[in-house]
């Protein structure tokens, strides 16, 4: 997941240039039992870290690119959870964001008791995005951003 995400990523913003012209993107491998880590009880610490500068203003998304047929929904509801995180720090110029990139094929996951009752545009809400997709999920992705 993690080098396909890479290469999405990659493909959207060659392709995307005269968009992002005035800014600067950075992602950053997020070291495992060495980063940044989010919940005490799992220590759940996302794959990247993306930073996306734009004039003052800089956004850092957490993101993770994983199969989500056993994933704890604490890790989905990061987004929620970072957006608290956010208000605490209380910087006009700091945005938080964070994203679950799904390699699991949508049609699989519904399949499972967790997400039977969703929607792909219900967990797209919740900051879930499917590699499936392609660069539509990172255009989605930084359309969220």
Same mark, same amino acid.
């Not at 039977?116 to 499917?130: A, I, M």
């Given at each position: ?14 392709? =995307? ?9 950075? +992602? +950053?491998? =997020? ?42 929904? #604490?890790?989905?509801? +990061?987004?929620?959870?970072?957006? #608290? ?61």
């Amino acid at each position: 997941g993690e080098f396909e995400f890479i290469e999405h990523l990659r493909n959207y913003l060659k392709a =995307n240039r005269e968009q992002f012209k005035n800014e600067e993107i950075f +992602l +950053l491998r =997020n070291l495992s039992r060495r980063g940044i880590k989010f919940f005490q009880r799992s220590g759940f610490y996302p794959d990247f870290i993306m930073w996306r500068k734009i004039k003052d203003k800089q956004i850092v998304a957490f993101v993770d690119p994983k199969g989500i047929r056993h994933v704890e929904d #604490e890790k989905i509801q +990061l987004h929620e959870n970072i957006k #608290e995180l956010e208000k605490t720090i209380g910087r006009e110029d700091l945005k938080l964001e964070s994203f679950i990139l799904s390699v699991s094929k949508f049609k699989d996951i519904k399949k499972t008791y967790a997400y039977s009752k969703k929607d792909k545009k219900e967990l797209e809400q919740e900051h879930v995005l499917f590699m499936e997709d392609k660069e539509k999920a990172i255009n989605k992705l930084f359309d969220m951003l």
